[in-house]
């Protein structure tokens, strides 16, 4: 059968390449994707920005392709757009099966199967799922009893609410994800890449949708993927793209479990020293006391050649992090310690933060700004207002103290203005600090041009509307040769 995927950006670099690279290859659908195919099914990707004829081009597609089952997938900001397509899917061919997936639908499937449009929703992890659906659908049966999967009955409107079956165990059991269909929507295909090592996270930060996800399912949530099938994905890698520079090892944090760490890093280590251009390496890692002063882990990455870390620092305050975010504890001095001394194992590090969290104050913020500063992460910084994902446990917070603005659940500015009344952080102050950020963490370190392009870009991210606007005066080349030359600058 022939099975159209559908991915949808709401930032992006440019319209017909939407990705800047390959580390914005989302999973998920890739998996699903990689399945059908094994399976048989022909598979096609249509990926949509804000600015896409959405209907034109999908009457193109399908005319053409003539799939009989279309699957969405959505985080929570993709959802408005994921409407207009699966809107515009039934208008052009009211026959075609939709589905969607993702973690929007999985922590709100109720919502997401009352679009008209919607003929199924997935709940967790759909590899199997869909294989099945795409079975049942090639042989013209109504689709029925297909575990994870909430299916609608489009006579009677009834829903049919399967059961979810455990997490999958195996991830090695998984074939490699499609990165064949990536490559055309790609600008710069021998960038970094990107590779999951892992699903799930052993924490429970109340802003994350991990705690939650953690319960969709039974069965081991944290897994990872065996050092052998990664390194076979990596030789893969560089038989299609030829010389890759670095790949990122995509997992919430590789220090789960040490043990595996230990196993994996040594064998990243050994296929290095077989290659004639060693790979470059990163990961996430949080910072805890299995890690913060572990000098012996340190010198197990640099032997396999990591050279950046993503870290998490989110609030510079202790009192936030321990009592409103829920984060694993460690103390400024910890966090800022073990940049000092991921530096000296050559490893850059890059710093997360979040503002505007319930409770916080600009005192508060004051905090993160100078615990950033005192690490000066030398592969870059990142903030972003907080937005509520509805199913966690900061979202029911904000909730229950009445913190939701009007505007909470409009996903245009996700991220770059705050969507909470918070009394000692206005929704301005939080802006401002926000487009600040870059330069009062890195004045007097960096070159001024750098800041100042910097505050410029941010300043844009910040009012998307205003960023839309100029983006159609100018041409998008103008906004994606900003955000390249940033991007390699970190
Ligand atoms: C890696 C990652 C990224 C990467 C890669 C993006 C990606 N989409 O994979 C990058 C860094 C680019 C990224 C960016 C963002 N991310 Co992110 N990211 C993650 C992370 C850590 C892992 C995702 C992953 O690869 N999981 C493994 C894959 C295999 O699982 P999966 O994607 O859930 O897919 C499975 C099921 O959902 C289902 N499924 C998915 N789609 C479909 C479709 C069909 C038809 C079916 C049947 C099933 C199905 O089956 C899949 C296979 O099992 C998650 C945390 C998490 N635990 O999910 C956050 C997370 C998904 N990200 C999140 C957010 C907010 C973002 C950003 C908006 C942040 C930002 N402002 O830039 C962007 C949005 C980008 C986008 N459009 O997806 C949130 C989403 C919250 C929410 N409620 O929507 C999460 C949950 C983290 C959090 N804060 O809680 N992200
Ligand atoms: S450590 Fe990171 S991925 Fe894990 S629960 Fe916290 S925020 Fe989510």
Same mark, same amino acid.
């Given at each position: 059968?022939?099975?159209?995927?559908? @991915?949808?950006?709401?930032?992006?670099?440019?319209?017909?390449?939407?990705? @800047?690279?390959?580390?914005?290859?989302?999973?998920?659908?890739?998996?699903?994707?990689?399945?059908?195919?094994?399976?048989?099914?022909?598979?096609?990707?249509?990926?949509?920005?804000?600015? #896409?004829?959405?209907?034109? *081009?999908?009457?193109?597609?399908?005319?053409?392709?003539?799939? &009989?089952?279309?699957?969405?997938?959505?985080?929570?900001?993709?959802?408005?757009?994921?409407?207009?397509?699966?809107?515009?899917?039934?208008?052009?061919?009211?026959?075609?099966?939709?589905?969607? $997936?993702?973690?929007?639908?999985?922590?709100?499937?109720? +919502?997401?199967?009352?679009?008209?449009?919607?003929?199924?929703?997935?709940?967790?992890? $759909?590899?199997?799922?869909?294989?099945?659906?795409?079975?049942?659908?090639? !042989?013209?049966?109504?689709?029925?009893?297909?575990?994870?999967?909430?299916?609608?009955?489009?006579?009677? &409107?009834?829903?049919?609410?399967?059961?979810?079956?455990?997490?999958?165990?195996?991830?090695?059991?998984?074939?490699?994800?499609?990165?064949?269909?990536?490559?055309?929507?790609?600008?710069?295909?021998?960038?970094?890449?990107?590779?999951?090592?892992?699903?799930?996270?052993?924490?429970?930060?109340?802003?994350?949708?991990?705690?939650?996800?953690?319960?969709?399912?039974?069965?081991?949530?944290?897994?990872?993927? #065996?050092?052998?099938?990664?390194?076979?994905?990596?030789?893969?890698?560089?038989?299609?793209?030829?010389?890759? +520079?670095?790949?990122?090892?995509?997992?919430?944090?590789?220090?789960?479990?040490?043990?595996?760490? @230990?196993?994996?890093?040594?064998?990243?280590?050994?296929?290095?020293?077989?290659?004639? =251009?060693?790979?470059?390496? $990163?990961?996430?890692?949080?910072? /805890?006391?299995?890690?913060?002063?572990?000098?012996?882990?340190?010198?197990?990455?640099?032997?396999?050649?990591?050279?950046?870390?993503?870290? &998490?620092?989110?609030?510079?305050?202790?009192?936030?992090?321990?009592?409103?975010?829920?984060?694993?504890?460690?103390?400024?001095?910890?966090?800022? +310690?073990?940049?000092?001394?991921?530096?000296?194992?050559?490893?850059?590090?890059?710093?997360?933060?979040?503002?505007?969290?319930?409770?916080?104050?600009?005192?508060?913020? *004051?905090?993160?700004?100078?615990?950033?500063?005192?690490?000066?992460?030398?592969?870059?910084?990142?903030?972003?207002? @907080?937005?509520?994902?509805? $199913?966690?446990?900061?979202?029911?917070?904000?909730?229950?103290?009445?913190? !939701?603005?009007?505007?909470?659940? /409009?996903?245009?500015?996700?991220?770059?203005?705050?969507?909470?009344?918070?009394?000692?952080?206005?929704?301005?102050?939080?802006?401002?600090?926000?487009?600040?950020?870059?330069?009062?963490?890195?004045?007097?370190?960096?070159?001024?041009?750098?800041?100042?392009?910097?505050?410029?870009?941010? =300043?844009?991210?910040?009012?998307?509307?205003?960023?839309?606007?100029?983006?159609?005066?100018?041409?998008?080349?103008?906004?994606?040769?900003?955000?390249?030359?940033?991007?390699?600058?970190?």
């Amino acid at each position: 059968m022939n099975i159209l995927c559908v @991915y949808s950006f709401t930032s992006f670099a440019t319209s017909k390449q939407p990705l @800047y690279n390959s580390t914005q290859i989302p999973h998920g659908i890739s998996y699903i994707a990689a399945c059908l195919k094994q399976s048989g099914h022909t598979v096609k990707l249509a990926v949509f920005t804000p600015v #896409s004829s959405i209907h034109e *081009e999908l009457k193109d597609i399908i005319n053409e392709f003539r799939p &009989g089952l279309a699957c969405l997938t959505a985080v929570s900001s993709q959802i408005p757009l994921i409407k207009k397509i699966g809107e515009a899917i039934k208008q052009i061919d009211p026959s075609i099966f939709i589905i969607i $997936g993702g973690v929007h639908t999985t922590l709100n499937p109720e +919502e997401t199967i009352s679009y008209d449009f919607t003929d199924a929703v997935c709940i967790g992890e $759909g590899e199997k799922a869909v294989v099945e659906l795409a079975r049942q659908l090639e !042989l013209r049966h109504s689709p029925s009893q297909i575990f994870n999967l909430w299916i609608k009955n489009r006579n009677t &409107g009834q829903v049919e609410e399967n059961t979810v079956q455990p997490f999958i165990e195996d991830l090695d059991s998984l074939p490699f994800i499609d990165r064949e269909m990536w490559d055309p929507f790609i600008s710069n295909l021998r960038g970094m890449q990107m590779v999951l090592a892992g699903r799930g996270c052993p924490n429970k930060c109340a802003f994350c949708s991990n705690h939650v996800l953690a319960k969709v399912a039974e069965g081991r949530y944290v897994r990872f993927r #065996s050092p052998n099938n990664i390194i076979a994905e990596l030789h893969n890698l560089i038989t299609r793209y030829g010389q890759i +520079e670095s790949v990122f090892l995509e997992t919430e944090t590789l220090e789960a479990n040490l043990t595996y760490t @230990y196993q994996l890093l040594s064998e990243l280590a050994e296929l290095n020293s077989k290659l004639s =251009a060693p790979l470059k390496f $990163g990961t996430n890692l949080v910072v /805890t006391n299995k890690i913060k002063d572990n000098r012996d882990l340190l010198r197990a990455f640099k032997q396999a050649n990591f050279k950046f870390f993503m870290i &998490g620092l989110e609030s510079g305050s202790e009192k936030i992090r321990s009592e409103v975010l829920n984060r694993p504890r460690y103390s400024n001095a910890d966090f800022i +310690e073990f940049c000092q001394i991921a530096r000296e194992y050559d490893i850059d590090i890059y710093i997360n933060v979040l503002i505007g969290l319930p409770g916080e104050t600009r005192r508060d913020f *004051e905090e993160t700004i100078k615990c950033v500063r005192n690490c000066q992460p030398n592969w870059g910084i990142s903030a972003n207002i @907080y937005f509520p994902y509805p $199913g966690t446990k900061l979202f029911q917070l904000c909730q229950d103290q009445k913190l !939701l603005g009007p505007n909470a659940r /409009t996903t245009i500015s996700e991220r770059t203005s705050s969507v909470l009344k918070l009394t000692g952080f206005s929704k301005w102050q939080i802006k401002k600090e926000y487009i600040l950020f870059y330069y009062k963490v890195f004045k007097g370190y960096k070159p001024w041009t750098d800041i100042m392009m910097r505050t410029v870009y941010t =300043a844009f991210e910040a009012f998307p509307k205003v960023k839309r606007l100029i983006s159609i005066i100018f041409p998008w080349m103008l906004l994606k040769k900003l955000r390249l030359i940033l991007h390699q600058n970190n």
